[in-house]
DNA sequence: AAATTCGCGTCAGATT
DNA sequence: AATCTGACGCGAA
């Protein structure tokens, strides 16, 4: 099939450049002052500013974003339309900045601000809030303002007065969403304000969620009620591109400035998720032109001006809603941005934003997937912990199973349909990000959306902290309370020690194991411990030592004082969305009665639920989070620990025979249903958790070490937890081998199948052995890879071997940061390690790999009670080591 | 801008 | 030269 291949030259496109189309409209305005005006607005919008919702027009559709624009002065609402087009609401409820502050407007008035000041200030108002700590209305002064930096300058001036201040930190978006209570990700009808559209609910369906409510407060039902229509309505389908640059460099391996932009763009690929793939090129007199192009790749403009391609470009975006890079706020997007200014195109005509921390387009979003995967939450409870490297190609390998098109050559010397090719690809992988699996990234951003009430930009640049924030904002914000501010929170000393040193309380128990082998071993766990802990122990941080409380208990160990009488707001809001996920979704995601796509949308909403669920007593721990209470964070696992033993105290009496327990698990040996029923039962009623059984072993292999055994469970299948032999820093040679020999203890069945067991590793292990010994292994399986936590110049205290790895690659000129894995093997030279690319398996220092070896398959030969010289036979092991040493 | 603590193995670098 | 301690990375929960 041949393509299809449009070669334009200059001349011809310019005939249609929409830009100069839009640089005679503005200026046929006389001032620059004139560009605010709704006339030149309009005309210049389909440009410049996208589509703006006329006045006097109702937009309808789903809400992705609200942004503060500060050449309108107002919050304009970034709304996606049935057509697939963004619409941009502009506000007509003369919504503006604000703070409170405890200082009266006569107090105002008798600070004499200077005449500035006093501009910036619209309208002052007395407003009444609840304060949650001190249990009462209180009335403060609402200062109102033209403009989000007054904010800042006010807050300050009174500040430094003495006065104090509330909700003076909030992003002014932010507020804007909160006070409308609007709901990002679902369906609006916007004309003179916004309102819900589209949010239905089976009556029945909507019974069953009230049930759950029953006996609850008011707050927690009316919670339930909204929350309810969140994860019903479906997610919207939104049409997006990717995008890829590809910019010519005459070194390979050197990443150019993009704040200087002083190289080409070579090549722009975009990919959209309605199959149009658009690769636009920059013809270039050196370059080959090469061979064909693949098919998915449905378009190709070739330009010998790279202004036109990349004013071209623009004019392509401005048709999708969303856009989606990988590092585009990084690299893709700064760096077009600064090459077209560089290029002569005037700030005005190029519609991209630069803002402090995200870089991104004027009338549509951006979404950077390399900030999106790095959200430490998700990649541990969504996916699984399953991609090390923020790499666009190690991300796609792992999610998408596909790797990079292979370069035989740098990007700027390449034969042109080769980079098409290549650019194309990256593009694609890009999308296929957020379409893998019937849209499972963009369901889930939608989903978080919802909970958080924070806009697309903002959920997928922020860490989980930000997205349990906006929930708890907007939530004091719907029940009319007040935000508190930092001082308000206690924050104290801790009264428990930690068992590490730089940490600030003690955390779980972790139960010495025995070593050995055992058989018949019930695993039971209580259901997400900590956030129930939350629940029924109504922990808050307003419920927590505060001396306005009616009743109170002591909570164990720590003595902390706990509020009875009224229930605590993230009490509650945790509370809720466990429940959600227990009681509702965990298993509508499993009802076969349901078709197959709402079943796929219950279990995004599940997984979104129990990314918010686990990290929900972690940030009461972090100082940074705004509710921040070492209170709270101390006296869940104060909790935690007094359950846990308690269970232990109780199982012991009924004989059960523990082996190993950690946080919130226990392992018992060869126990009797009705005892472990007992167990259950006093949990229950006890502690109103529920304790499950979470696995059945029919043997687990301990070697006496904390966080580290094999368990095999009834099927065979086996579980392997904290060995040397699965890390992800051990040589692949390694972990395959264990791998293998783990596999033969699928075969254990009774004490007596053991020694047959042993026989079958035993010959593996002297396999291996040998193998190690004749340099059997490639480089590759020898690797050790191990990620740099900081940049290789911020190691000052020691530095560790894949530094040194990593500073040898930098010798090479070879570009390495924070983040990346670095490969190397150890060696026999004074310095013994060696990057994989620089070494030769001659270099390699067999003996350090033996000890490798030795420790990793020591830690299950411990289990059987045998040392690593008894099972591989001391005297062969002699005669291989000795013939290295 | 950032969820927490507990625990293991490896190595660097200092101390004896 | 042997031993101890802390930094570091990775994992469990």
């Known amino acids: 099939m041949s393509k299809e ?109 200077s005449s500035e000041d006093s501009e910036r200030i619209l309208q002052m108002d007395i407003v009444s809030k609840f304060h ?30 003495g006065f104090k201040f509330w909700e003076a930190d909030i992003r002014y978006h932010h507020n804007y969403i909160f006070d409308n209570l609007l709901v990002p990700g679902m369906r609006y009808r916007a004309g003179k304000r916004m309102e819900r559209v589209g949010w239905d609910i089976d009556p029945t369906f909507l019974s069953s969620v009230m049930s759950i409510t029953a006996g609850e407060s008011k707050e927690y039902s009316d919670m339930a009620k909204e929350l309810a ?41 975009l990919a959209d998720n309605e199959g149009r793939v658009k690769v636009l090129a920059l013809y270039r007199e050196k370059v080959k032109l090469g061979g ?35 590092n585009g706020d990084a690299f893709d997007l700064p760096y077009l941005y600064n090459r077209m200014l560089s290029l002569g195109i005037e700030d005005l005509y190029i519609p991209i934003e630069v803002h402090e921390d995200m870089i991104t387009f004027r009338h549509s979003l951006h979404v950077d997937l390399h900030k999106f995967f790095s959200i430490k939450a998700l990649q541990v409870y969504a996916f699984g912990g399953s991609y090390r490297e923020l790499r666009l190609d190690s991300v796609a390998e792992v999610l998408l199973g596909v790797g990079k098109v292979k370069l035989d050559e740098i990007v700027s010397r390449v034969s042109l349909s080769k980079l098409i090719e290549y650019n194309a690809r990256d593009a694609m992988i890009t999308r296929d990000l957020t379409t893998f699996s019937n849209d499972l990234v963009w369901n889930l951003i939608i989903m978080v959306m919802r909970i958080s009430k924070l806009g697309l930009e903002d959920v997928t640049r922020h860490q989980v902290s930000a997205w349990i924030r906006g929930l708890m904002n907007w939530e004091h914000r719907r029940r009319g309370w007040l935000i508190p501010s930092r001082e308000e929170l206690s924050a104290g000393e801790a009264r428990s020690r930690a068992m590490i040193k730089d940490k600030r309380y003690r955390g779980a128990i972790v139960l010495n194991p025995p070593t050995g082998l055992f058989f018949n071993v019930a695993v039971l766990d209580y ?28 909570i164990p160990e720590v003595g902390y004082e706990v509020c009875t009488d009224i229930r605590g707001i993230t009490s509650e809001i945790v509370g809720l969305l466990r429940e959600f996920r227990v009681k509702i979704y965990k298993k509508r995601a499993k009802d076969s009665s349901l078709p197959e796509e709402q079943r796929r949308w219950y279990d995004t909403v599940q997984s979104a639920l129990k990314v918010y669920i686990n990290a929900s007593y972690g940030v009461f721990g972090n100082e940074a989070f705004p509710f921040y209470s070492l209170p709270v964070a101390e006296s869940v696992t104060a909790i935690g620990r007094t359950v846990l033993t308690d269970t232990l105290r109780v199982a012991s009496e009924r004989s059960l025979y523990i082996i190993y327990g950690d946080t919130d698990s226990i392992f018992v040996w060869d126990p009797k249903k009705e005892d472990l029923e007992f167990l259950v039962k006093y949990v229950a009623d006890m502690y109103g958790l529920e304790l499950e059984l979470d696995k059945k072993f029919k043997v687990v292999l ?62 593996r292990l002297l396999e291996m052995y040998k193998k190690v010994k004749n340099r059997g292994y490639t480089l590759d399986e020898l690797a050790i890879r191990v990620m740099l936590s900081k940049d290789p110049e911020k190691y000052k205290k020691t530095t560790p071997q894949h530094v040194k790895a990593a500073r040898m690659l930098q010798a090479e000129g070879i570009n390495v940061t924070r983040g990346n894995i670095i490969s190397y093997v150890k060696t026999k030279d004074s310095v013994g390690v060696k990057p994989v690319s620089l070494a030769k398996l001659s270099e390699v220092d067999v003996s350090k790999y033996v000890e490798h070896m030795r420790t990793t398959f020591e830690q299950m030969l411990e289990s059987f009670g045998l040392e690593w010289e008894e099972i591989t036979g001391q005297r062969s092991l002699d005669k291989i080591l000795g013939s290295h040493e």
């Open 292 to 326: 064909e192009i693949p098919k998915e790749v449905t378009e190709v403009e070739i330009f010998d001006s790279e202004r036109a391609m990349l004013l071209e470009l623009m004019r392509e975006l401005e048709r999708y809603p969303v856009v989606l890079t990988f």
């Open 527 to 554: 259901a997400s411990l900590y956030p129930s802990i939350v629940k029924n122990w109504n922990l808050s941080y307003e419920t927590i030592e505060n001396p306005r409380c009616g009743e109170r208990k002591k």
């Open 229 to 269: 229509f969140l994860f019903e309505q479906r997610p919207p389908r939104v049409k997006r591109a990717a995008i890829d640059v590809e910019v010519y460099t005459p070194e390979a391996g050197k990443v150019p400035d993009p704040a200087k932009a002083p190289y080409p763009v070579v090549s722009i690929a």
């Open 702 to 763: 301990f070697g006496g070490l904390k966080k580290n055994y094999i368990g095999v469970t009834e099927k065979g299948e086996v579980v392997i937890k904290g060995m040397v032999g699965k890390k992800s820093s051990t040589p692949e040679f390694i972990k395959n081998e264990f791998k293998k020999v783990v596999q033969v203890l699928g075969e254990l069945e009774d004490p007596e199948s053991a020694y047959r067991v042993l026989e079958k590793i035993r010959e």
């Open 132 to 161: 949650s700590i001190r249990r009462e209305k209180v009335r403060l002064t609402k200062i109102i303002v033209n403009d989000p930096l007054a904010v800042r300058r006010l807050r300050s001036i009174l500040g430094d007065k």
């Open 5 to 113: 291949r449009n070669v334009r030259t200059l001349d011809e496109y310019m005939r249609y450049d929409v830009r100069e189309k839009v640089k005679s409209i503005v200026e046929s305005f006389p001032s620059e002052d004139r560009l605010r005006s709704t006339k030149v607005e309009k005309a210049l919008r389909s440009w410049t500013m996208g589509e703006v919702v006329n006045n006097n027009e109702e937009v309808e559709g789903y809400l992705l974003d609200v942004r503060y624009d500060g050449r309108l002065n107002r919050a304009v609402a970034f709304i996606v339309r049935e057509d697939g087009r963004m619409a941009r609401w502009i506000d007509r409820t003369d919504h503006r900045p604000y703070f409170l502050t405890s200082a009266t407007p006569e107090d105002l008035q008798r600070l004499g601000l």
